[in-house]
């Protein structure tokens, strides 16, 4: 059981800020924490492209561009792919997200390679303004939408800005446009041995400006830990007990954690916590 590369928790708890911080830019997609799954991940976008894959017209510049930034720090396309973004997306475990301002002023989503949605669905998506995109997060509008407008106006190419997102899940499953399959069998699950039946999911998240085509790249690494494992460092426990029950109530219907709540104690009851 390795130890999980990533711990956000022990920041507290999840809020609707972005919470970006800058990175330097080789630590952009490498090194790639999740390279193991790299077979699943292509063996899904060749059989599942219709769900996983999709380009706007107007989109093919920016990605030929980032597909040449993904090449160069992560090496060639594995196998054989339509698509310049899906040829960069197999070199990756990271999802690759363009986004576009459009005539308007709006950033779009243009185009995305989306192997591993935490509870939304590419075909939905695309070509969505940032207010389509965040809709339903609680409060996000217009406060988050406005202040990520202007954050992605103001970037410059060569910055690689990060933030982590995170939640508990019974299962190891990545491929996740809906979150009621996870729902359904958490109500059926006993809350004895809960500890080693839910998993830690973070979302690592980058944004960067490609230089020619001005575009902005959004790119989503999710890394799947037992929780069990996140727990066992010094203070974790605490920290995730903390973060856990520090979350904003309406942000965390939002997520779906009430589904998990009942596992999550006992699960921290389990590891040494307080029912």
């Given at each position: ?8 928790f ?5 809020s ?6 800058p ?18 991940k292509r063996?899904l ?5 219709g769900?996983?894959?999709g ?24 196998g ?9 997306a197999?070199?990756?475990s990271d999802d690759?997200c ?9 950033w779009?989503l ?13 075909d ?7 207010g ?8 996000a509008?217009?406060g988050?939408v ?13 910055q690689?800005l ?8 019974p299962?190891t499953?990545?491929?996740?446009p809906?979150?009621?399959?996870f ?6 699950m ?7 039946a ?6 690592r998240?980058?944004i960067s400006?490609?230089?020619m ?9 999710v890394?799947?830990d ?26 965390a ?5 009430l589904?998990?709540?009942?596992l999550?104690?006992?699960?921290l009851?389990?590891a040494?916590?307080?029912?």
């Open positions: 059981m390795r130890r999980p590369p990533y711990l956000p022990l920041n507290g708890p999840l609707l800020s972005p919470g970006l911080k990175i330097a830019p080789e630590t952009w997609l490498c090194p790639d924490t999740e390279a193991a799954v790299l077979g699943e063996a976008m060749a059989a599942r492209r769900e996983v894959y380009a706007r017209d107007g989109s093919e510049l920016a990605a030929l561009e980032l597909a040449a930034a993904v090449h160069k720090v992560a090496g060639p396309a594995v054989d792919w339509t698509s310049a973004l899906e040829g960069a197999s070199a990756v690759l363009i986004l576009i301002k459009d005539e308007d002023g709006l779009r243009e185009a995305a390679s989306l192997c591993a949605p935490t509870f939304w669905r590419l939905e998506k695309l070509g969505e303004p940032l389509g995109l965040h809709g339903p997060v609680p409060g509008n217009p988050m406005s202040r990520i407008h202007r954050m992605f106006d103001a970037l410059r190419p060569g690689v990060e933030r982590f997102n995170w939640t508990v899940q299962g499953e990545r491929f996740t809906s979150q009621e399959a729902k359904a069998v958490a109500a059926g006993s809350e004895v041995g809960a500890l080693d839910l998993w830690l999911r973070v979302e998240q980058t400006k490609l230089e085509s001005g575009a902005v790249v959004f790119t989503i690494r890394a799947i037992p929780l069990r494992a996140a727990l066992e460092g010094p203070g974790h426990r605490q920290a995730f007990q903390a973060a856990w029950d520090g979350i904003d109530p309406a942000l219907e939002y997520k779906g954690w589904a998990y709540q009942r999550v104690r006992a699960g009851a389990e040494g916590g307080s029912p």
